[in-house]
C-alpha cells in the first residue's frame, strides 16, 4: 500500500514539473529569453559618452531582447588601470588614442613600454571625433571670452582653471593647450590658480557650481550640461579628439561585443551621436 501511494506521489511530482516546464518555468534569478540565456555584455567607456551610451543601450536592447548591456563610465587611464588588473570587460571605448595603444600589443614600445596585450588589434576603430572647448560659470563672472583671455588671466592670476588630471585624456588635452601658451602648470596649481578632476565629468561639476571661473572640456560634456562654451580649441592647440574602440582578446561575448560595436557606426547610432556634438572620423 505505501509502495502504490508513493508511486502515485512520484507521478504527481512528475506531472507537475512537466506542467512547470511547458508554462516557461525556469530557476529562480536566471535570465532568458525564448528559452535562450542573455548574453551580458559589459562595455568600458569614457565619461563624457555617459548621455549617448545609455540612450544607445536601450534601442540596442529593444532589438536584441537576448542581450543585457552593462556600462562602466570612468576616465580613460582609469579603464585602462582597471582592465590592466584584470577586470572583466569585452568592450573598450576610450577618449584618446593612448590609453587604447598602452593595450594593444601591435603598437610600438613608446606607445605601448609595458607590451601590454589586451585588445584585439582586428577589430579595433576610431569611433568618433570630440572637441575640446573652454566653459564658464552661468553669468560669465570673470568674463573669459576665449582662450587667449583664459591664457592671459592665468598668467596674471586672476582666474582660477579646472582641468582633467595627468592621467585623464581632457586633461593630457588641457596640458597641451596649456603649453601652446607656454604657461607653467606647476607654478599657476601652486599658486591656488589649478585645479583637477579625476573625469571630464568632475571637471564640468567644478564650472556648473562656479567653484572655478573656466574648465577645459568636451564638446559633448558642455552640451549635456547646458554650458556655452566661449571658444574651442583647434587641432594646432591640443591636435585631434579621437575616440578608439575595441574588442578585448579575452572577451567571453566576441560576437556579441562585434555586433554592438557594428551598431555603434551605424547611421541611427551617429544620430544620436552627432545630436550632442560628437562626428564621425
Not at 64 to 70: A, F, G, K, Q, S
Request: charged share 25%.
Amino acid at each position: 500500500m505505501n509502495t502504490w501511494k508513493k508511486a502515485v506521489g512520484l507521478a504527481v511530482m512528475a506531472a507537475l514539473a512537466v506542467g512547470l516546464i511547458g508554462c516557461g518555468g525556469q530557476p529562480e534569478g536566471s535570465k532568458s529569453t525564448g528559452g535562450k540565456e542573455k548574453v551580458h555584455l559589459t562595455v568600458f567607456a569614457a565619461a563624457s559618452m555617459t548621455e549617448t551610451l545609455n540612450q544607445l543601450k536601450t534601442e540596442y536592447e529593444k532589438q536584441h531582447p537576448d542581450v543585457e548591456i552593462t556600462f562602466n563610465y570612468d576616465s580613460s587611464g582609469t579603464l585602462k588601470k582597471q582592465i590592466q588588473n584584470g577586470a572583466e570587460c569585452d568592450l573598450f571605448i576610450s577618449a584618446a588614442q593612448k590609453q587604447m595603444n598602452q593595450l594593444d600589443v601591435s603598437k610600438d614600445e613608446k606607445a605601448n613600454p609595458d607590451k601590454l596585450d589586451f585588445i584585439d588589434p582586428a577589430t579595433r576603430i576610431n569611433l568618433l571625433e570630440n572637441k575640446v572647448v573652454l566653459v564658464v560659470p552661468e553669468g560669465n563672472p570673470k568674463q573669459i571670452q576665449n582662450f587667449n583671455d583664459m591664457a592671459a588671466k592665468l598668467k596674471d592670476g586672476s582666474v582660477r582653471l579646472v582641468m582633467g588630471n595627468s592621467d585623464v585624456p581632457v586633461g593630457q588635452y588641457t596640458e597641451k593647450i596649456l603649453k601652446f601658451y607656454n604657461l607653467d602648470e606647476k607654478a599657476i596649481a601652486s599658486a591656488g590658480n589649478i585645479t583637477y578632476g579625476s573625469n571630464v565629468k568632475e571637471v564640468t561639476t567644478q564650472v556648473l557650481e562656479g567653484s572655478a571661473d573656466c574648465g577645459v572640456v568636451y564638446a559633448t560634456d558642455a552640451f549635456s550640461a547646458k554650458l556655452k562654451p566661449v571658444d574651442q580649441a583647434t587641432k594646432e592647440m591640443c591636435g585631434q579628439v579621437i575616440y578608439p574602440a575595441a574588442v578585448l582578446k579575452n572577451s567571453k561575448q566576441q560576437d556579441a561585443a562585434k555586433d554592438f560595436l557594428k551598431f555603434l557606426q551605424s547611421d541611427e547610432a551617429m544620430k544620436v551621436f552627432e545630436s550632442v556634438g560628437f562626428s564621425r572620423v
